[in-house]
Protein backbone atom coordinates (compact mmCIF):
# COMPACT_ATOMS: atom_id res chain seq x y z
CA UNK A 1 0.00 0.00 0.00
CA UNK A 2 1.33 3.56 -0.58
CA UNK A 3 -1.04 5.23 1.57
CA UNK A 4 -1.97 5.13 5.43
CA UNK A 5 -2.57 7.31 8.31
CA UNK A 6 -1.93 7.41 11.96
CA UNK A 7 -2.80 8.52 15.06
CA UNK A 8 -0.43 8.47 18.25
CA UNK A 9 -1.09 10.56 21.20
CA UNK A 10 0.93 13.14 23.10
CA UNK A 11 2.14 11.69 26.74
CA UNK A 12 3.71 13.20 29.63
CA UNK A 13 6.88 11.84 31.65
CA UNK A 14 5.71 11.15 35.23
CA UNK A 15 9.86 10.52 35.58
CA UNK A 16 11.93 13.13 32.95
CA UNK A 17 14.30 12.79 30.17
CA UNK A 18 16.78 15.70 29.86
CA UNK A 19 19.88 15.32 28.21
CA UNK A 20 21.31 13.19 25.32
CA UNK A 21 23.71 10.47 25.61
CA UNK A 22 24.80 10.16 22.10
CA UNK A 23 23.06 12.75 20.03
CA UNK A 24 23.85 10.87 16.83
CA UNK A 25 21.86 8.05 17.99
CA UNK A 26 19.53 10.34 20.27
CA UNK A 27 20.16 8.32 23.01
CA UNK A 28 18.44 9.58 25.79
CA UNK A 29 21.30 10.28 28.75
CA UNK A 30 18.47 9.34 31.60
CA UNK A 31 15.27 6.61 31.50
CA UNK A 32 12.32 8.24 31.78
CA UNK A 33 8.25 7.26 32.55
CA UNK A 34 5.64 8.34 31.02
CA UNK A 35 2.02 8.28 31.27
CA UNK A 36 0.12 8.31 27.61
CA UNK A 37 -3.02 10.89 27.35
CA UNK A 38 -6.00 10.70 25.88
CA UNK A 39 -6.79 13.58 25.29
CA UNK A 40 -4.19 14.87 23.33
CA UNK A 41 -3.23 13.44 19.77
CA UNK A 42 -1.64 13.98 16.34
CA UNK A 43 -2.94 12.38 12.93
CA UNK A 44 -0.80 11.88 9.93
CA UNK A 45 -1.25 10.62 6.39
CA UNK A 46 1.50 9.70 4.51
CA UNK A 47 1.43 9.07 0.66
CA UNK A 48 4.55 7.77 -1.49
CA UNK A 49 3.90 8.07 -5.41
CA UNK A 50 6.04 8.27 -8.44
CA UNK A 51 4.47 11.52 -9.17
CA UNK A 52 5.82 13.52 -6.50
CA UNK A 53 9.02 15.60 -7.52
CA UNK A 54 9.82 15.90 -3.87
CA UNK A 55 8.77 15.15 -0.54
CA UNK A 56 5.65 17.57 0.94
CA UNK A 57 5.12 18.10 3.99
CA UNK A 58 1.96 20.10 5.75
CA UNK A 59 1.95 20.49 9.43
CA UNK A 60 -1.45 21.75 10.82
CA UNK A 61 -2.69 23.53 7.09
CA UNK A 62 0.64 24.98 6.64
CA UNK A 63 3.87 23.73 4.62
CA UNK A 64 6.56 22.81 6.45
CA UNK A 65 10.26 24.42 5.31
CA UNK A 66 13.75 24.41 7.23
CA UNK A 67 14.28 22.09 10.00
CA UNK A 68 10.66 21.27 10.59
CA UNK A 69 10.72 19.92 7.10
CA UNK A 70 14.54 18.41 7.53
CA UNK A 71 13.22 16.33 10.54
CA UNK A 72 10.37 14.76 8.61
CA UNK A 73 12.37 14.04 5.59
CA UNK A 74 15.11 12.38 7.45
CA UNK A 75 12.45 9.93 9.06
CA UNK A 76 10.92 9.19 5.33
CA UNK A 77 14.44 8.87 4.26
CA UNK A 78 14.64 5.75 7.05
CA UNK A 79 11.83 4.48 6.24
CA UNK A 80 12.84 4.42 2.05
CA UNK A 81 15.91 2.79 3.05
CA UNK A 82 14.45 0.18 4.51
CA UNK A 83 11.40 -0.38 2.51
CA UNK A 84 13.93 0.04 -1.07
CA UNK A 85 11.28 2.27 -2.08
CA UNK A 86 12.77 5.40 -3.93
CA UNK A 87 9.49 7.23 -4.32
CA UNK A 88 9.17 10.74 -2.64
CA UNK A 89 5.97 11.35 0.05
CA UNK A 90 3.30 13.86 0.53
CA UNK A 91 2.52 14.13 5.01
CA UNK A 92 -0.13 15.54 6.28
CA UNK A 93 -0.28 16.20 9.70
CA UNK A 94 -2.04 17.86 12.41
CA UNK A 95 -2.39 18.43 15.97
CA UNK A 96 -5.45 19.02 18.20
CA UNK A 97 -3.63 20.96 20.81
CA UNK A 98 -0.63 23.58 20.72
CA UNK A 99 2.40 22.81 18.88
CA UNK A 100 5.66 23.39 20.27
CA UNK A 101 4.49 24.60 23.46
CA UNK A 102 6.29 21.92 25.99
CA UNK A 103 3.37 19.49 25.40
CA UNK A 104 4.80 17.26 23.73
CA UNK A 105 3.68 17.75 19.91
CA UNK A 106 6.83 16.17 18.52
CA UNK A 107 5.94 12.99 20.79
CA UNK A 108 2.75 12.40 19.20
CA UNK A 109 3.60 14.12 15.51
CA UNK A 110 6.77 11.91 14.98
CA UNK A 111 4.95 8.72 17.12
CA UNK A 112 2.06 9.34 13.37
CA UNK A 113 4.78 9.56 11.29
CA UNK A 114 6.77 6.92 11.78
CA UNK A 115 3.79 4.76 11.74
CA UNK A 116 2.35 5.83 8.91
CA UNK A 117 5.28 6.24 6.81
CA UNK A 118 6.15 2.81 7.29
CA UNK A 119 2.75 1.05 6.52
CA UNK A 120 2.50 3.34 3.64
CA UNK A 121 5.91 1.84 2.66
CA UNK A 122 4.58 -1.55 3.03
CA UNK A 123 6.92 -2.14 5.77
CA UNK A 124 5.66 -4.79 8.31
CA UNK A 125 3.79 -3.84 11.51
CA UNK A 126 6.48 -3.46 14.07
CA UNK A 127 5.39 -1.30 17.00
CA UNK A 128 8.80 -1.38 18.16
CA UNK A 129 10.36 -0.59 15.61
CA UNK A 130 8.58 2.23 14.72
CA UNK A 131 9.16 2.98 18.27
CA UNK A 132 12.95 2.77 17.32
CA UNK A 133 12.27 4.99 14.88
CA UNK A 134 10.31 7.86 16.45
CA UNK A 135 12.75 7.80 19.03
CA UNK A 136 15.78 8.69 16.14
CA UNK A 137 13.55 12.07 15.97
CA UNK A 138 12.16 13.10 19.30
CA UNK A 139 13.34 10.86 21.77
CA UNK A 140 9.46 11.30 23.68
CA UNK A 141 8.22 9.33 20.48
CA UNK A 142 9.44 6.85 21.43
CA UNK A 143 6.65 6.54 23.93
CA UNK A 144 4.19 7.76 22.48
CA UNK A 145 3.11 4.69 20.28
CA UNK A 146 2.11 2.67 23.61
CA UNK A 147 -0.71 3.84 25.38
CA UNK A 148 -0.84 3.64 29.03
CA UNK A 149 2.27 3.82 31.53
CA UNK A 150 5.30 3.37 29.14
CA UNK A 151 9.14 3.49 30.07
CA UNK A 152 12.17 4.44 27.96
CA UNK A 153 15.06 2.40 29.61
CA UNK A 154 18.37 3.74 29.61
CA UNK A 155 20.14 2.77 26.62
CA UNK A 156 17.10 0.87 24.98
CA UNK A 157 16.40 2.10 21.32
CA UNK A 158 12.91 1.39 21.37
CA UNK A 159 10.09 2.13 24.47
CA UNK A 160 7.84 -0.72 26.20
CA UNK A 161 4.75 -0.40 28.04
CA UNK A 162 4.78 -0.50 31.40
CA UNK A 163 1.19 -1.53 32.62
CA UNK A 164 -2.23 -0.41 30.81
CA UNK A 165 -4.37 2.00 31.62
CA UNK A 166 -6.74 0.13 33.21
CA UNK A 167 -4.36 -1.15 35.97
CA UNK A 168 -4.17 2.52 37.72
CA UNK A 169 -6.57 4.65 35.86
CA UNK A 170 -5.10 8.65 36.71
CA UNK A 171 -5.98 11.58 35.35
CA UNK A 172 -4.10 14.26 34.24
CA UNK A 173 -4.81 18.05 34.17
CA UNK A 174 -3.01 20.55 32.05
CA UNK A 175 -3.14 24.37 32.94
CA UNK A 176 -2.05 26.23 30.03
CA UNK A 177 -0.23 29.62 31.12
CA UNK A 178 1.26 30.68 27.54
CA UNK A 179 -0.39 30.50 23.92
CA UNK A 180 2.37 30.15 21.26
CA UNK A 181 5.75 28.32 20.62
CA UNK A 182 8.64 28.71 23.64
CA UNK A 183 11.72 30.43 23.13
CA UNK A 184 13.57 27.05 23.55
CA UNK A 185 13.75 24.11 21.81
CA UNK A 186 14.41 20.87 24.12
CA UNK A 187 17.24 20.23 21.61
CA UNK A 188 18.90 23.23 22.07
CA UNK A 189 17.79 23.39 25.85
CA UNK A 190 19.45 20.46 26.61
CA UNK A 191 22.44 20.50 24.81
CA UNK A 192 23.17 23.92 26.76
CA UNK A 193 21.98 22.63 30.14
CA UNK A 194 25.14 20.01 29.21
CA UNK A 195 27.07 21.85 27.91
CA UNK A 196 27.12 24.55 30.57
CA UNK A 197 25.32 23.68 33.78
CA UNK A 198 27.05 22.09 37.01
CA UNK A 199 24.41 20.20 38.12
CA UNK A 200 23.85 18.67 34.89
CA UNK A 201 25.85 15.49 36.23
CA UNK A 202 23.61 15.50 39.58
CA UNK A 203 20.58 15.32 37.64
CA UNK A 204 21.96 12.63 35.13
CA UNK A 205 22.80 10.10 38.33
CA UNK A 206 20.37 11.33 40.22
CA UNK A 207 17.56 10.47 37.48
CA UNK A 208 17.58 6.67 37.48
CA UNK A 209 16.88 5.65 40.98
CA UNK A 210 13.86 8.09 40.72
CA UNK A 211 12.35 6.55 37.70
CA UNK A 212 13.07 3.06 39.26
CA UNK A 213 11.07 4.34 42.37
CA UNK A 214 7.93 5.71 40.07
CA UNK A 215 7.86 2.77 37.83
CA UNK A 216 7.49 0.48 41.67
CA UNK A 217 4.31 3.07 42.41
CA UNK A 218 2.72 2.87 39.71
CA UNK A 219 2.86 -0.92 39.73
CA UNK A 220 1.73 -0.44 43.37
CA UNK A 221 -1.10 1.67 42.60
CA UNK A 222 0.21 3.83 45.07
CA UNK A 223 -0.45 7.54 44.57
CA UNK A 224 0.67 9.20 47.29
CA UNK A 225 4.12 7.53 46.65
CA UNK A 226 4.39 8.44 42.99
CA UNK A 227 3.30 12.32 43.45
CA UNK A 228 5.99 13.21 45.39
CA UNK A 229 8.54 11.45 42.82
CA UNK A 230 7.04 13.09 40.25
CA UNK A 231 7.48 16.29 41.32
CA UNK A 232 11.06 15.56 42.42
CA UNK A 233 11.87 14.51 39.64
CA UNK A 234 10.44 17.86 37.71
CA UNK A 235 12.34 19.82 39.97
CA UNK A 236 15.73 18.38 39.28
CA UNK A 237 15.07 18.35 36.09
CA UNK A 238 14.21 22.45 35.71
CA UNK A 239 17.21 22.77 38.56
CA UNK A 240 19.70 21.32 35.71
CA UNK A 241 18.60 23.80 33.28
CA UNK A 242 18.48 27.00 36.14
CA UNK A 243 22.06 26.10 36.61
CA UNK A 244 22.99 26.97 32.87
CA UNK A 245 25.10 29.94 31.83
CA UNK A 246 22.98 31.68 31.02
CA UNK A 247 19.94 29.96 32.86
CA UNK A 248 17.11 28.84 30.87
CA UNK A 249 13.66 29.02 32.43
CA UNK A 250 10.43 27.83 31.80
CA UNK A 251 8.76 28.59 34.75
CA UNK A 252 5.64 32.11 34.14
CA UNK A 253 4.22 33.89 36.27
CA UNK A 254 1.27 31.80 36.22
CA UNK A 255 3.68 28.40 36.32
CA UNK A 256 4.69 29.53 40.04
CA UNK A 257 0.84 30.30 40.93
CA UNK A 258 -0.62 27.15 39.51
CA UNK A 259 2.18 24.86 41.67
CA UNK A 260 0.84 27.17 44.56
CA UNK A 261 -2.68 26.38 44.17
CA UNK A 262 -1.60 22.40 44.20
CA UNK A 263 -0.01 22.44 47.10
CA UNK A 264 -2.90 24.21 48.89
CA UNK A 265 -5.00 21.75 47.19
CA UNK A 266 -2.79 19.03 48.85
CA UNK A 267 -3.29 20.40 52.05
CA UNK A 268 -7.04 20.49 52.26
CA UNK A 269 -7.10 16.69 51.46
CA UNK A 270 -6.61 16.13 47.16
CA UNK A 271 -4.01 13.66 46.21
CA UNK A 272 -3.11 16.26 43.18
CA UNK A 273 0.76 16.52 42.37
CA UNK A 274 2.36 18.96 39.73
CA UNK A 275 4.98 18.12 36.65
CA UNK A 276 6.47 20.45 34.57
CA UNK A 277 8.58 19.80 31.14
CA UNK A 278 10.19 22.29 28.98
CA UNK A 279 7.30 24.91 29.14
CA UNK A 280 5.80 27.23 30.94
CA UNK A 281 2.99 24.43 31.46
CA UNK A 282 1.59 23.31 34.51
CA UNK A 283 0.36 19.33 34.52
CA UNK A 284 -1.37 18.09 37.66
CA UNK A 285 -1.85 14.47 38.43
CA UNK A 286 -4.95 13.53 40.20
CA UNK A 287 -7.69 10.22 40.51
CA UNK A 288 -10.44 10.73 38.00
CA UNK A 289 -12.70 11.40 41.18
CA UNK A 290 -10.59 14.46 41.71
CA UNK A 291 -10.49 15.99 38.13
CA UNK A 292 -13.18 17.89 38.26
CA UNK A 293 -12.20 19.77 41.22
CA UNK A 294 -8.80 20.14 40.29
CA UNK A 295 -9.38 22.09 36.72
CA UNK A 296 -11.88 24.27 38.45
CA UNK A 297 -8.92 25.40 41.15
CA UNK A 298 -6.57 25.39 38.03
CA UNK A 299 -9.14 27.59 36.00
CA UNK A 300 -9.27 30.43 38.59
CA UNK A 301 -5.47 29.96 39.24
CA UNK A 302 -4.48 33.91 38.03
CA UNK A 303 -2.48 33.89 34.46
CA UNK A 304 -3.77 30.01 33.96
CA UNK A 305 -5.95 30.60 30.58
CA UNK A 306 -7.77 27.41 30.22
CA UNK A 307 -7.38 23.60 31.12
CA UNK A 308 -7.18 20.44 29.51
CA UNK A 309 -8.39 17.21 31.20
CA UNK A 310 -6.60 13.85 30.05
CA UNK A 311 -7.08 10.43 31.01
CA UNK A 312 -4.65 7.86 29.95
CA UNK A 313 -4.43 7.29 26.47
CA UNK A 314 -4.40 4.34 24.10
CA UNK A 315 -2.14 2.09 21.49
CA UNK A 316 -1.03 4.67 18.80
CA UNK A 317 -3.15 2.64 15.62
CA UNK A 318 -2.73 2.83 11.93
CA UNK A 319 -4.97 2.76 9.19
CA UNK A 320 -3.94 1.25 5.69
CA UNK A 321 -6.38 1.25 2.53
CA UNK A 322 -6.79 -1.85 3.40
CA UNK A 323 -8.23 -1.65 7.05
CA UNK A 324 -6.92 -1.24 10.33
CA UNK A 325 -3.65 -2.48 11.24
CA UNK A 326 -2.60 -1.81 14.37
Sequence with gaps: ????????????????????????????????LSMTLDAMS????????????????????????????????????????LAGRRQYASVSSSNNFPTA???????????????????????????HAASSMARQASASAAR???????????GAHSARKVVGALHFPLSLVVAVTREGAKETGSTDGMEHT????????????????????????????DLERLGPLV???????????????????????????????????????????FTMDAGPHVKVICTP???????????STPGVLRTIECKLGPDATVTREGGVES
Design 194 to 221: RATSPYYASWVASAPPICDQVEQAIVSR
Design 289 to 299: ADTTRVAATLR
Design 101 to 127: AGLASSASGFAALALAARAAAGLPDDP
Design 144 to 154: SVFGGYVALDL
Design 1 to 32: MNRATATAHSNIALAKYWGKADRELNLPAVPS
Design 42 to 81: TTTTVVFDDAFESDVVVLNGHEALGSARQRVCAVLDRVRQ
Design 231 to 273: EHSALLMHASMLGANPAITYFSPASIAAIEAVKKLRQAGTLAY
